[in-house]
C-alpha cells in the first residue's frame, strides 16, 4: 500500500506560479512512476505529467508542455510540479498518483483544488 498527500494548492492569477507537493509512504520502495492528473467537474481525468522514480524520465501532457516542470525527491519520498504561467483552463482538482509495477495507477491522493482567476 501507497499513501499519497497532496499539498501546495490554491488561488492564484493569471500568469502567477504555484508548486504542488505529493508526499508519499508506505511501500515507497517498490515505486515505479510518480505523476500528477487534474479533474475539472464533469469533465474526465486529464493526465498532466509523469516521473520514473529511479531514472526520472519525465514525460508532460500536451496542454501543460513548457509551463509545468515535474520533479521529485526520493529521499523525501515526494514529487513536485512547479507550474508556471497560469492559465485560467488550468484550474482544476489537481490528484497525485504513484504506480508500483509499471503497470497502471493504482494509488492516487485526496486532491488539492487550483484555481487561476482572470
Known amino acids: 500500500q501507497v499513501q499519497l498527500v497532496e499539498s501546495g494548492g490554491g488561488l492564484v492569477q493569471t500568469g502567477g506560479s504555484l508548486r504542488l507537493s505529493c508526499a508519499a509512504s508506505g511501500r515507497t520502495f517498490s515505486m515505479y512512476r510518480m505523476g500528477w492528473f487534474r479533474q475539472v467537474l464533469g469533465k474526465e481525468r486529464e493526465f498532466v505529467a509523469q516521473i520514473t522514480w529511479r531514472g526520472g524520465s519525465t514525460n508532460y501532457g500536451d496542454s501543460v508542455k513548457g509551463r509545468f516542470t515535474i520533479s521529485k525527491d526520493n529521499a523525501l519520498n515526494t514529487v513536485y510540479l512547479q507550474m508556471n504561467s497560469l492559465k485560467p483552463e488550468d484550474t482544476a482538482v489537481y490528484y497525485c498518483?504513484?504506480?508500483?509495477?509499471?503497470?497502471?495507477?493504482?494509488?492516487w491522493g485526496q486532491g488539492t483544488q487550483v484555481t487561476v482567476s482572470s
Open positions: 498518483a504513484a504506480d508500483l509495477s509499471g503497470g497502471s495507477w493504482r494509488y
